[in-house]
């Protein structure tokens, strides 16, 4: 063999080692990780962060209100405070001064948004035998793109994210992401991506399912077609369910209210009805998290009649980034000005991160059993701009020069290599 052969075979090796250090690398790194988790000290929930989700979530809804009034929504402002949390980890500067703004985690170090949402988390997944409440994190990474251990880390120890490295150009990955969200959503939710833009790089995903045995079931022969008013004015014969017995009751000044407890009684379905001398734009506009806060300490128990409707709703994906932009955090969506830095080595990928979309999918349905419902919400970050790229895919024209003279010393032409 000569040796301009034999140093072209060590260099094609060299590559392919290469690739496989860095991948084996990150994986090593991804269970170095984890096994440092018991090892961390993660300290309690900041109430300061159980109050920040309430008042997002209001924040949120009512963004989302004001463009879609009288129209059924469905979202869940959790899913979307973890998933944007993840993310929080690779912002600094004045994207992660928006980013925290818009979540009302104001003056709030790191670890205590961190802490407080891993503890949050293990909290909420209840071990009420009526109740099931899972929460799945991951992390979805652009093949050949170095994330930093920092940003690795405080995902896995604090989110439990699982994070996997695939090839985005493989047309299986985008399959491999939604089967994901398909298996932590029990198949409520099928899919959350449609497809993977050109310039994404990372994929952060919070995924929840939630399924809640009423305490007290209601009997299905109880449930019988009743009258629901529509806000036209017009009228429609729906299932309605009912049954009588003692529930925690609130009667407000312009609107009564019920909370239907699930299992236990640590969950439970809160509905509230505003009067016939108000409506439901008025109540939504009027809610904030200090009345929320008061009218949760109201609620007394008495007898009452109840009947609700059954129901079931799909709340189509719905991209989120100009409700987040007006709430405050537009420059995370700005390609020249966000700053992700914590999350990646920019010199490296000679290009600026930025979130291309936020996107929220939601399920629930209410019957006489109880509720199962489930939520995802995907952060894609992608990048200004990457190396160009050059795939010879298809039948193409070749030729062998001399660069000194100019010289064309073959050409020819490939259909079928």
Not at 39 to 50: H, L, Q, R, W, Y
Not at 174 to 183: E, M, Y
Not at 211 to 233: A, M
Request: with cysteine; hydrophobic share 40%.
């Amino acid at each position: 063999m000569n040796s301009k052969k034999a140093i072209g075979i060590i260099s094609v090796l060299l590559v392919i080692l290469a690739l496989y250090i860095f991948n084996g690398c990150l994986e090593s790194t991804i269970d170095a990780l984890r096994d440092t988790k018991d090892e961390t000290e993660i300290g309690p929930i900041d109430s300061n962060v159980s109050k920040a989700n309430t008042e997002f979530g209001f924040n949120l809804f009512n963004e989302i209100w004001e463009t879609e009034q009288n129209q059924n929504i469905f979202i869940s402002p959790f899913s979307v405070s973890v998933a944007l949390a993840m993310t929080l980890n690779g912002a600094a500067g004045e994207t992660e001064r928006a980013m925290t703004d818009t979540l009302q985690l104001h003056d709030l170090i790191s670890d205590t948004i961190n802490s407080s949402f891993y503890q949050l988390q293990n909290t909420l997944q209840t071990s009420d035998p009526k109740v099931t409440f899972t929460i799945a994190n991951s992390l979805w990474g652009r093949e050949g793109f170095q994330f930093k251990t920092d940003f690795l880390q405080r995902n896995e120890l604090y989110f439990d994210a699982d994070a996997s490295i695939l090839d985005f150009m493989d047309p299986g990955t985008l399959q491999t992401i939604n089967q994901w969200v398909n298996d932590n959503t029990n198949s409520k939710i099928p899919k959350i991506l449609d497809e993977i833009e050109p310039n994404a790089v990372l994929f952060l995903i919070n995924a929840i399912y939630f399924k809640g045995s009423w305490q007290t079931e209601f009997d299905p022969l109880d449930t019988r077609d009743g009258t629901f008013h529509l806000v036209s004015g017009a009228t429609k014969q729906i299932p309605m369910m009912s049954r009588t017995g003692q529930y925690p009751v609130y009667i407000g000044e312009d609107f009564q209210a019920i909370n239907l407890p699930y299992g236990e009684g640590r969950m439970g379905m809160f509905i509230f009805l505003p009067n016939n001398k108000s409506d439901l734009n008025k109540f939504v506009g009027n809610i904030t998290t200090e009345k929320w806060e008061n009218w949760m300490e109201q609620f007394r128990e008495r007898e009452v009649q109840i009947r609700i409707p059954k129901f079931k709703l799909e709340y189509g994906t719905k991209v989120l980034n100009d409700v987040l932009t007006s709430l405050g955090m537009g420059v995370a969506f700005d390609e020249d000005n966000a700053d992700f830095s914590r999350m990646t080595d920019l010199d490296s990928v000679g290009g600026n991160l930025y979130i291309t979309k936020v996107a929220h999918k939601t399920f629930i349905e209410v019957n006489e059993e109880g509720t199962e419902a489930a939520a995802v919400t995907s952060v894609g970050v992608g990048i200004k701009s990457l190396p160009p790229r050059f795939i010879v895919d298809r039948p193409f024209f070749f030729a062998i020069c001399d660069n000194e003279t100019g010289t064309v010393l073959f050409m020819g032409t490939v259909v079928e290599p």
